[in-house]
């Protein structure tokens, strides 16, 4: 989706180097989502804001940081790169909107991490 | 938190038969279930979703079916074709505010 861009998208680096991914969005939504995804094991959650003052630990949190900076931007630390970080990261927002029981997320591209 | 079972990891069909997806779940108040599709190289996409109150939802190829007291939901794709082919994940939205819970996702490969 154009609306959530996510930079860079492919990125290789070495180990112990501290590593920041940006997510951007365009659809006013006040939710925002860092995830991982690992072949065979889905998507899991790392940190979540439901807005600028609100940060969330998810599943698998440890080794990661992350700051919103404003309501359209939320960015993915990793502070000391180790190859296990290797994968997938995906930034996901979604809005509140009128019905607490839906929580449709829209997920950007993706950026394609390697630590080497 | 919630917990949920996708299978299979895999599955292989011929264009124009039918694709089963079978996820259950653990978490009892888990109200809405949608059914997101990845296609390669790009983020995952809502294609459809059911809510707790409904038993079945149809649109056009796909249906998704829901069985509360079991706790199992699946998706069904009929005359599958070729563009049919991508990863797809089941997904609770359990009793955690805001937060979807993924499956681990089924490869469906649609074979001409």
């Known amino acids: 989706d154009a609306d959530v861009t996510q930079t860079p998208r492919n990125r290789i680096t070495k180990t112990g180097k501290r590593i920041m991914l940006e997510c951007s969005q365009t659809?006013?939504?006040?939710?925002m989502y860092w995830y991982r995804q690992d072949p065979g094991l889905g998507l899991r959650l790392i940190y979540y804001s439901f807005d600028v003052k609100d940060i969330n630990k998810g599943e698998i949190s440890d080794g990661y940081s992350v700051s919103r900076q404003a309501q359209a931007k939320f960015s993915l630390s990793l502070e000391s790169a180790i190859p296990n970080q290797t994968a997938l990261y995906f930034c996901?927002?979604?809005?509140?909107?009128?019905?607490?029981?839906?929580?449709?997320?829209?997920f950007g591209p993706g950026t394609r991490l390697t630590v080497l | 938190g919630e917990n949920v079972e996708q299978h299979p990891s895999t599955l292989s069909v011929q264009e124009g038969d039918s694709a089963v997806i079978k996820c259950t779940y653990s978490d009892s108040a888990s109200n809405y279930f949608p059914w997101y599709k990845q296609e390669l190289g790009k983020g995952p996409q809502l294609i459809i979703d059911i809510r707790s109150n409904v038993g079945e939802k149809k649109d056009q190829r796909i249906a998704v079916t829901l069985n509360k007291t079991a706790k199992h939901f699946s998706l069904h794709i009929t005359e599958t074709q070729p563009e049919d082919s991508a990863v797809y994940f089941c997904?609770?939205?359990?009793?955690?505010?805001?937060?979807?819970?993924f499956g681990r996702g089924t490869q469906l490969t649609v074979w001409p």
């Open positions: 996901a927002t979604a809005d509140r909107g009128r019905s607490a029981i839906t929580d449709t997320q829209y």
């Open positions: 659809k006013g939504h006040d939710r």
């Open positions: 997904v609770c939205k359990g009793s955690t505010l805001g937060r979807l819970y």
